[in-house]
C-alpha cells in the first residue's frame, strides 16, 4: 500500500502533464509527397487582390526536417487550409520558418511596396470575405521594424506582424510561438472566436521582386 501513493501521484502528474501539452497540428509536410509542386494536397487556393498567382511552392526536406518551399517573382500567391481549433485549449500558434530571400524595397508601410517574403496569416472569414473578414499576419518584413504592428495599406482585412526584419537570422531555421488571442485582442479589442483556416502567403508584384523560403510545421498549442 505504501507504494500505491508515489505511483498513484506520478500518474497523476503524467495525466496533468499530457493535459497540459495539447496540440492541435496543421500541417506536418510528413503526409505530402515529396518533391509535390504547387497547391499541397489539403490546401486550396486563397483569393487575394492584385497578381496572377504562380504557386511556385515544393513540398521538400531541409536539414532533415519536411518543410514547404515557397518562392515569388513579381507576383502574389496564397493558399489555405480550413482549421478546427479551440482557442480556449490551444491558443498558442506555434511554426518554423526559414527565410532565404527578402524582396528588395518591399514595406508593407506603404501601399506602393506592400510585399513580404513567405508569411503565416490566421483567417477568420466574414461574409464577403474581401471586405469584412478579419486576418493577422506573422511576417518577416524588409524594412520595416521588428516588433511592428501595421495595417495593410491594400485591404482593411489585414493586419501584419513584423516579428523579424532585415537580415538577421536570414537562411536560419526559426520557431516562432504567438498568442492569437492576445494579439487578436490587440487589434480588434475584443476576444476571438475560433479561427477557420491558415494561410500561407509569399508576395512580391510590388516591388516586382524575388522571394524565397521554407514554412516548416504549423500547430496551435497550449500556454
Do not use: C
Amino acid at each position: 500500500m505504501r507504494r500505491a501513493v508515489p505511483i498513484a501521484s506520478a500518474l497523476v502528474l503524467l495525466l496533468a502533464s499530457l493535459a497540459g501539452a495539447a496540440k492541435t497540428v496543421v500541417e506536418d509536410w510528413t503526409t505530402q509527397s515529396l518533391g509535390a509542386r504547387g497547391i499541397p494536397a489539403g490546401w486550396r487556393a486563397y483569393a487575394t487582390l492584385g497578381g496572377r498567382p504562380a504557386y511556385d511552392f515544393m513540398v521538400t526536406e531541409d536539414g532533415g526536417r519536411r518543410a514547404l518551399a515557397v518562392r515569388s517573382r513579381d507576383e502574389h500567391s496564397t493558399i489555405a487550409r480550413e482549421v478546427t481549433v479551440d482557442l480556449e485549449a490551444t491558443p498558442i500558434l506555434e511554426w518554423s520558418w526559414k527565410i532565404l530571400e527578402l524582396p528588395a524595397g518591399a514595406d508593407v508601410r506603404a501601399r506602393a511596396t506592400s510585399d513580404l517574403t513567405a508569411h503565416v496569416l490566421v483567417v477568420w472569414p466574414r461574409v464577403p470575405e474581401m471586405l469584412r473578414s478579419r486576418i493577422i499576419a506573422y511576417a518577416w518584413g524588409t524594412r520595416e521594424p521588428a516588433g511592428a504592428v501595421e495595417p495593410s495599406r491594400k485591404t482593411r482585412t489585414v493586419t501584419f506582424f513584423i516579428l523579424r526584419s532585415g537580415a538577421e537570422s536570414l537562411g536560419q531555421w526559426v520557431t516562432e510561438r504567438r498568442d492569437v488571442v492576445e494579439d487578436y485582442r490587440r487589434v480588434y479589442g475584443e476576444r476571438p472566436d475560433n479561427p477557420r483556416a491558415i494561410a500561407i502567403s509569399i508576395d512580391t508584384n510590388d516591388t516586382h521582386a524575388s522571394a524565397a523560403g521554407f514554412i516548416g510545421s504549423i500547430a496551435f498549442t497550449s500556454r
